[in-house]
């Protein structure tokens, strides 16, 4: 008797919340024994941040503390969150997702705060221009000997941790381009939420459509729509869905993030009407919370799209395990100074791909019903991301060519990432992965569409 044909979509999908197998839920010991386990890993990641305050800036053992915990922070993390994924894996693709994003983001971070040169200054916000705003320019040499002098009691090193740890980019913006502040009132967050909210939805829809087609191609997504057939309606078709995925998953991750703002917005009001405590209201100052994006759809290349209009999150972390290296190795050879900063580019966009190629792995092992394999499936987040390099290299050179009229700058950009996202989109949201964990249009309802991002 043949096997019965698999669902096109994961049944399940609620049990995500209660995964079937994992050792964080089996037995009261296993349970303890995680969590004591969890909470030694995280107080070391903890210690190694907590070393970068400017008080430790002239502490040789802080700086050798930091190193030391860089490979056991590492390989810490990523055993623990792998040993800890839910069972069966093709049934809890998404919650397997956030464990191994997890497990990834804080291997990065333990390599981030064990080489970085230290120690972290507190950046103050300024009003630049009629809106508060981190200054790009470094602090003056009297306002970093403040900050290593100053008096600080244990509980307010925790406080700098806790803050450092959690801050979308560096306490006070202290590294990266220089950054506004989120000066928008409560009705301007919600009105961003529910604006890329509607064009979520329209792009899941659109998706959800092209991978319950009769053969799931992207091409029978247009036919769908009523274009007619011409030559070259497969790549337009493929175009498309690959624009539609980039759009799909810039808008889902920048309403997590304004969802999250919403509540902080809130929260801060509420406790600075009940006097809470100052350092509890400046954890949650709206203003530390700004937008994920600025309009990534508007840069006019790619250099631009990367550098600021996309979210600058792993910026720091991609540039010390990527960029650095790679800069150092070409100053050991004696390269140029436009070579040098050519293979940083390089290093940078590496330590990216690889960032990204490594959810896929963990998330899609040999038991789900479409594998990733190393050295046997194509990387595709990995081809993506190294041939980023190249569009930015050879941009200065297209650009020009292309008239204002037909889109200048931002119809490269469009162009080159619709054009190199085809494997990207297909590891992600191909047969079997992310995309299954959606019901088809007859069983979805409106608590689907109603989740936050």
């Known amino acids: 008797m043949e096997p019965l044909e698999k669902p096109k979509y994961i049944t399940n999908k609620w049990s995500l919340a209660q995964p079937k197998s994992s050792i964080f839920f089996e037995g009261n010991f296993i349970f303890k024994n995680q969590i004591f386990r969890l909470l030694c890993l995280q107080s070391t990641l903890f210690l190694q941040c907590l070393l970068l305050h400017p008080t430790f800036s002239k502490s040789s053992k802080a700086i050798l503390i930091r190193r030391g915990l860089a490979p056991i922070n590492f390989l810490g993390s990523i055993k623990f969150f792998l040993e800890n994924l839910a069972k069966p894996l093709e049934d809890n693709c998404l919650i397997n997702f956030e464990i191994a994003f997890l497990s990834e983001y804080f291997a990065a971070k333990s390599i981030e705060w064990g080489f970085f040169k230290g120690p972290i200054y507190s950046t103050p916000l300024r009003f630049i221009k009629g809106t508060q705003r981190w200054n790009k320019e470094d602090l003056s040499e009297d306002e970093k000997k403040r900050q290593e002098g100053e008096s600080c009691s244990k509980l307010r090193l925790v406080g700098w941790t806790v803050y450092q740890i959690f801050s979308f980019r560096g306490l006070g913006f202290s590294w990266g381009m220089a950054h506004e502040a989120n000066n928008s009132s409560l009705l301007e967050i919600i009105f961003r939420y529910f604006r890329v909210k509607i064009v979520t939805i329209i792009t899941t829809c659109l998706i959800i459509a092209s991978r319950d087609s009769i053969d799931g191609k992207a091409i029978n997504l247009l036919r769908d729509l009523g274009v007619p057939e011409f030559y070259g309606l497969n790549l337009m078709a493929e175009l498309f869905l690959n624009i539609l995925f980039g759009i799909c998953l810039c808008c889902k991750l920048d309403n997590g993030f304004t969802f999250c703002n919403i509540i902080v917005k809130v929260a801060y009001k509420f406790l ?157 949201i191909g047969p079997y992965r992310f995309a299954n964990t959606i019901p088809p249009f007859s069983k979805l309802s409106w608590k689907d569409f109603a989740m936050p991002t």
Not at 337 to 351: C, D, H, N, Q, Y
Not at 393 to 409: K, L, M, R, S, T
């Open 272 to 428: 600075t009407c009940t006097h809470a405590p100052k350092s509890m209201c400046d954890f949650l100052n709206p203003l530390y919370y700004p937008h994920f994006f600025y309009s990534p759809h508007t840069t006019n290349s790619l250099a631009d799209f990367w550098g600021k209009g996309w979210h600058q999150l792993f910026r720091r972390i991609f540039l010390i395990c990527g960029g650095k290296p790679a800069i150092y190795l070409a100053n050991l050879f004696g390269a140029s100074e436009r070579i040098t900063k050519s293979i940083g580019i390089m290093g940078v966009f590496l330590a990216s791909a690889t960032f990204h190629e490594y959810l896929p792995w963990a998330v899609f092992q040999g038991s789900t019903p479409n594998p990733y394999i190393p050295f046997r499936t194509f990387p595709g987040s990995g081809f993506f991301f190294m041939v980023q390099p190249i569009g930015i290299f050879i941009e200065p050179y297209i650009i020009p060519w292309i008239p204002q009229w037909a889109g200048g700058g931002k119809l490269w950009v469009w162009s080159f990432l619709a054009i190199v996202a085809t494997p990207f989109r297909q590891q992600y």
